[in-house]
């Protein structure tokens, strides 16, 4: 997978994911999102696209099935904490969402401070329509971005819903047209630049840091929990 960078002049921050395909996601390329938002200090907001017409197809699943039950603990494990690394960021983060963002891509986006969203992407937490639970760290971010009266229609069924969809419910922010999902994302990253970074990085610690850290906390257990009855 790579992981490219972009900084422009007013401090905006492109992390581009492409791998040539799907954008399917290994251990590597979370630690390589965290890397990002630990060495590049001068960025004063973040961008998370994906490849033309292609966000993140998810989770690799073939990975999954090659690596076994210690392979996709620590695949989960990888995914927790990078998602509540980029939640918690102090700095305002976009998520530009330039095609599907089903799963893993779904929380992507709720992990970002805004989410724009490619019209005819779908979205959605479709986990149990393939016989997996929820982990807690999907849960918490729902929780922070979905409407209460959808929470649990949407996740107990795993429901899938387009872009206009995703943000009447809460996925998303905002919908473009797939081609201009990035300069749409990157000009709100740079809007919400312009805010004090003082409060903006403060309000942010004070809405997100305690479920973040019961997260973290509890990590390692959860995810053990969910795997245990997958094959070793």
Not at 24 to 29: C, M, N
Not at 111 to 135: K, Y
């Amino acid at each position: 997978m790579e992981i490219r960078r972009d900084l422009d002049d007013a401090g905006v921050l492109t992390v581009t994911l492409d791998d040539g395909k799907k954008n399917a996601l290994q251990p590597e390329a979370f630690d390589g999102l965290i890397a990002v938002l630990d060495e590049e200090t001068d960025a004063r907001a973040v961008v998370l696209a994906g490849r033309e017409d292609i966000f993140t197809a998810g989770l690799d699943v073939k990975w999954m099935a090659a690596n076994g039950r210690e392979g996709v603990e620590r695949l989960l494990v990888a995914f927790g904490r990078c998602l509540m690394r980029w939640w918690t960021d102090p700095r305002p983060t976009v998520c530009a969402a330039t095609g599907h963002a089903i799963a893993a891509g779904t929380m992507f986006g709720m992990a970002c401070d805004h989410a724009v969203a490619a019209d005819g992407g779908w979205w959605g937490l479709t986990e149990t329509q393939i016989d997996f639970e929820l982990p807690q760290f999907g849960i918490a971010l729902a929780r922070h971005n979905v409407r209460a009266d959808r929470l649990e229609d949407l996740l107990l069924p795993g429901r899938r819903v387009d872009a206009a969809a995703a943000v009447e419910v809460g996925f998303a922010d905002e919908t473009a047209d797939a081609f201009d999902v990035v300069g749409t994302a990157r000009t709100r990253a740079a809007e919400l630049a312009t805010l004090p970074a003082r409060a903006y990085a403060g309000t942010k610690r004070r809405l997100r840091e305690a479920d973040a850290t019961a997260v973290l906390a509890d990590l390692d257990a959860d995810i053990a929990a969910l795997t245990a009855h997958l094959p070793d």
